[in-house]
């Protein structure tokens, strides 16, 4: 409501006329000299709203000292944009090959160890039979130096190139046996597919991820706070976010504030242009079921007198 301010100005008494000009005089620098009381009147109300007689400086005063006080009802705790963001578990297969099978699509959620795809594995069996072979003939001409030692027809020497050979064939057989069962990948986490990037049929090449996982607890929020409102956001710290379509505010605490400022992104749309330069921070939610990766959010920092109660009760 805007607080408009006039004083009543002195009138000249309606008929008659005075007999002592002196005495007229006298009676109206006593009107003047009577303390003059503001009148406060809501704008619209019959009132012109104007400060009227000389005392307008006074007015001045008055509206300059009730400025704060009426500016201070419209305070709130800040609210900042910001948006869901994610860390995703790339899960690739170690060596080249093609999409045999693929067990799962988007969306799924999934356990730790539940398969996720097979890559054709023909050339790997291929490699272990090899290897077995070699293991066979390995062994057979270890127990054979084994013999001839024991019975004096054979050298030491004999013995442990043979048994030197064994442990090798072992050992490759070990590893063929790992690499065959790597070409079926299991989950290494809980969670949900958010991205398929390669289909049954398809050739990928070693490291290149062929499913993204996202974890619950990976889930965080991004917004951004100029110079000004950094002071008052600390590590720990609980915000409240606010999304389209979200029951209540959901809490976040602060995971991360960047060491340095940064201009506000584009996708950023500032509601005070003057903040040119911002910090980055994050929030870890904590029921982040409802949240989904790239949702905007606002974001609202505790009021400035619970910040400093919390920072002393983190101390």
Request: net charge positive.
């Amino acid at each position: 409501m805007t607080m408009r301010i006039f004083f009543p100005s002195p009138r000249r008494e309606e008929g008659g006329e005075r007999s002592d000009p002196g005495e007229g005089r006298s009676e109206s620098r006593s009107r003047f000299r009577k303390p003059l009381t503001p009148t406060l009147s809501p704008a619209g109300k019959g009132s012109s709203g104007a400060v009227r007689g000389p005392s307008a400086a006074l007015a001045f005063v008055i509206l300059v000292a009730l400025a704060p006080l009426l500016g201070a009802c419209g305070d709130k705790d800040p609210s900042f944009q910001g948006w869901v963001e994610a860390n995703l578990i790339f899960v690739g297969a170690d060596e080249n090959g093609r999409v045999e099978t693929l067990a799962v699509k988007e969306g799924d959620r999934i356990q730790k160890g539940a398969r996720l795809f097979s890559l054709d594995a023909d050339l790997f069996k291929a490699d272990l039979n090899m290897n077995l072979a070699t293991l066979a003939n390995a062994r057979q001409t270890f127990d054979r130096a084994q013999q001839l030692l024991k019975t004096g027809a054979g050298t030491q020497k004999d013995f442990d190139a043979a048994q030197a050979t064994l442990r090798q064939a072992e050992a490759q057989v070990n590893t063929a046996q790992t690499r065959l069962a790597r070409r079926s990948i299991a989950s290494p986490v809980s969670g949900s597919v958010e991205q398929v990037y390669f289909r049954p049929g398809e050739v990928v090449t070693a490291s290149k991820p062929i499913v993204a996982l996202l974890p619950p607890g990976n889930i965080k929020i991004r917004f951004f706070v100029p110079e000004t409102v950094l002071a008052r956001v600390s590590y720990g710290e609980e915000v409240k976010v606010r999304c389209d379509g979200c029951a209540a505010d959901i809490s976040a605490k602060v995971s991360f504030i960047a060491k340095s400022a940064e201009f506000t992104p584009p996708v950023i749309y500032s509601q005070d242009e003057r903040a040119k330069l911002v910090y980055l921070i994050e929030a870890l939610p904590e029921n982040p079921g409802s949240l989904r990766v790239g949702q905007p959010v606002d974001v609202r920092l505790p009021a400035q007198g619970n910040t400093k109660a919390g920072t002393e009760a983190k101390r």
